[in-house]
């Protein structure tokens, strides 16, 4: 386990910056609860990335380091797959939110992982066009989370599950390895309204 107090906090900011790595008191409850209830263990460091960048530059330090780590969205999933397991980092999507674009001429839309799922809903209805995935949670969970659980909610029988909606994934592997499977982020189909 490394030490949090000394080498690997400060070479985590170098990856990042200062305010994206939290530590100690800094460490707010709602990163170790879920929607449910459920409490897990305080996480040794919460690191909050802006960019593809530093994902991939953490998690090539964390892999390095032997440091396990657990990815957040909304913390929405129930199921305690959010949840930090003892001596875990928590890597938080949460300043990874950008809708960066809505081509209604496609019929194409690209997200980060950290962008809530009202928002882009919301951000394509401007353009009278439906993002169909939707759910109850959608005001707190994230478009990461809902590939990541490959959600369904109340529109599935007419427009399938995320899956089905998901055009390419711009992917950090857990070694750092930056993966294009698109040439940018997450590229999701819209409907017409
Ligand atoms: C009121 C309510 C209604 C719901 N309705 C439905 C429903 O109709 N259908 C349904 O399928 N689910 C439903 N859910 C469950 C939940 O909302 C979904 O599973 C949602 O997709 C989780 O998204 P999240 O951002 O909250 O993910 P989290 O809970 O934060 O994470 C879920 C899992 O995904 C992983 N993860 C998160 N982001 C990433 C990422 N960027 N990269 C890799 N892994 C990641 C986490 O490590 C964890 O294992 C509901 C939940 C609530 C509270």
Aim: glycine letters at 12%.
């Amino acid at each position: 386990m490394p030490d949090m107090s000394h080498g690997f906090v400060g070479r985590m900011r170098e990856v990042l910056d200062t305010s994206a790595v939290l530590i100690g008191a800094d460490i707010d409850e709602r990163y170790y609860h879920d929607l449910a209830g459920n409490v897990a263990a305080k996480p040794l460091a919460v690191v909050r990335p802006r960019t593809t960048e530093q994902v991939s530059g953490l998690l090539r330090l964390c892999h390095q380091e032997k440091v396990p780590v657990t990815t957040q969205g909304g913390m929405t999933g129930l199921v305690r797959g959010g949840l930090p397991n003892t001596n875990e980092i928590v890597l938080s999507t949460e300043r990874m939110s950008a809708i960066e674009e809505v081509d209604t001429s496609a019929g194409v839309a690209v997200a980060q992982a950290g962008a809530l799922l009202q928002r882009i809903q919301e951000r394509v209805e401007e353009e009278d066009h439906i993002f169909p995935l939707d759910l109850g949670a959608r005001g707190s969970c994230t478009f990461g989370g809902n590939i990541s659980t490959n959600a369904g909610g109340n529109r599935v029988i007419r427009y399938g599950i995320t899956r089905d909606l998901i055009l390419g994934l711009e992917v950090v592997t857990a070694n750092g390895t930056v993966l294009h499977g698109c040439e940018n982020t997450s590229r999701i189909t819209l409907g017409s309204t």
